[in-house]
């Protein structure tokens, strides 16, 4: 019986899925840190299907970024 492989193989499909994913965190990382550093001078906002979240500064649509950071790290711990 052979020994199952620790480590995953580099193909391809792997590589672009963690370019995806990283280019996609990039709409929760930048506004999450731009609001929280700019304040109200920065305004963002996001469609997700047929919903919009935006917000200027630290508002009530600000505070959907933290789910989304937080379903990001653990997609990211999966790898």
């Known amino acids: 019986m052979k020994t199952p492989i620790a480590v ?3 193909n391809a499909l792997f590589n672009s ?3 995806f994913s990283g280019l996609t965190f990039m709409l929760v990382w ?7 550093f700019d304040g109200e001078t ?3 906002g996001q469609n997700y299907f047929v919903i919009t979240f935006s ?3 630290i508002e009530s ?3 959907i970024l933290i789910p989304f950071l937080m379903l990001y790290l ?3 711990y999966s790898f």
Not at 30 to 36: D, E, K, M, N
Request: hydrophobic share 50%; net charge positive; proline share 4%.
């Open 8 to 10: 995953r193989a580099n």
């Open 61 to 63: 649509g600000y505070f």
């Open 42 to 44: 920065y305004s963002w």
């Open 74 to 76: 653990l997609f990211f």
């Open 17 to 19: 899925l963690m370019i």
């Open 55 to 57: 917000s200027t500064g």
């Open 30 to 36: 930048l506004p999450l840190l731009r609001c929280l």
